[in-house]
């Protein structure tokens, strides 16, 4: 199969592209950056700056590209993060329309932010969409795929939660902090977490695929837990002390709104939709997931294509 993505270079990028490579599909990455297109998502990938660039049938769409969300939200910093998602949505939406053979599956990005902030709520695919910035922006990001599906396309949308990596992304940036003893819970430690292994990101997007899932699903492992389980646990992989809290009103002072939205929010998803399609995750739990990922002390990574 020929697959066609935008957003190859970032984290889920990146690795969805050496796994796709693996199996011996064949892909061309969408980037402003073509030259670093080999080094980074695998030397058999193809690049191309403009969709109309690719000169052979497409057969998947896979469109992650966005600017990241988890900076302060500024008016200026609203717009480019919407229009990092929803313009090249619709340029790979109108892209595909006019293609002959058309692709036979598009999977488009959105988040666990489409839900906002629901408390204790057991939150599936079926659960209505949430207030905010954030869960207007994945409810207009999945909008723009409407004309694919009015046209009979299989569109397959990815709400993801929070992806669990050392090479990238929220766990990342926590890892400094918690080496050193002074990580801990935010605010009350009340609010439920989803939250995703790398290598379950990556085998959903396949699964999703390969089993042709023409609905939106949540792309989270089956085990949501709260802040304060995520940060006691964390710290207990690493062998350190959970013990500094980090208040609501300073979060706020130094993120703003987009702390209120993605930092303090509580939203317990479960992945019903993969769970019912089939898919079997390497991870369901939290202790399972950071024990892969942190090994024995924690200092070392395990080795990763």
């Known amino acids: 199969m020929h697959c066609l993505i935008s957003g190859g270079t970032g984290l889920i990028g990146r690795l969805f592209c050496q796994q796709w490579l693996a199996r011996g599909d064949t892909l061309?990455?969408?980037?402003?950056?073509?030259?670093?297109?080999?080094?980074?998502?695998?030397?058999?990938a193809q690049a191309c700056r403009e969709p109309q660039e690719v000169d052979t049938p497409v057969d998947v769409v896979v469109n992650l590209a966005g600017e990241p969300i988890t900076h302060r939200w500024t008016e200026k910093r609203r717009e480019q993060i919407r229009n990092s998602r929803l313009r090249i949505t619709d340029k790979l939406v109108r892209w595909s329309l006019s293609q002959a053979p058309r692709p036979r599956y598009f999977l488009s990005g959105s988040a666990v932010g489409y839900y906002?902030?629901?408390?204790?709520?057991l939150l599936r695919e079926s659960s209505p969409p949430g207030g905010g910035f954030a869960a207007q922006l994945c409810r207009d990001?999945?909008?723009?795929?409407?004309?694919?599906?009015?046209?009979?396309i299989c569109v397959g949308?990815?709400?993801t939660a929070i992806v669990l990596s050392t090479r990238g992304g929220a766990l990342a940036q926590m890892l400094p902090a918690f080496r050193l003893g002074l990580g801990g819970p935010m605010?009350?430690?009340?609010?439920?977490?989803?939250?995703?292994h790398e290598d379950d990101i990556v085998g959903l997007m396949l699964h999703a695929i390969d089993r042709h899932l023409c609905v939106p699903f949540n792309a989270c492992?089956?085990?949501?837990?709260?802040?304060?389980?995520?940060a006691r646990?964390?710290?207990?992989?690493?062998?350190?002390?959970s013990l500094l809290r980090t208040p609501a009103w300073?979060?706020?002072?130094?993120?703003?709104?987009?702390a209120e939205e993605l930092l303090l929010a509580s939203q317990r998803m479960e992945p019903r939709t993969a769970l019912d399609s089939g898919y079997s995750f390497q991870f369901p739990t939290l202790e399972q997931a950071l024990a892969d990922l942190l090994p024995g002390n924690g200092h070392a990574n395990k080795a990763r294509v």
Request: hydrophobic share 40%; proline share 5%.
């Open 187 to 196: 605010s009350s430690g009340e609010q439920w977490m989803s939250w995703i």
């Open 221 to 230: 492992a089956p085990e949501a837990v709260t802040n304060n389980s995520f």
């Open 157 to 159: 949308i990815m709400r």
């Open 233 to 241: 646990l964390l710290a207990k992989q690493l062998h350190r002390p």
């Open 116 to 121: 906002g902030d629901r408390g204790g709520d």
């Open 28 to 44: 061309t990455v969408l980037s402003r950056q073509p030259d670093k297109v080999r080094k980074l998502c695998g030397e058999k």
């Open 141 to 152: 990001w999945e909008a723009a795929t409407l004309p694919l599906q009015q046209a009979g």
């Open 250 to 258: 300073l979060l706020k002072l130094m993120f703003g709104e987009m």
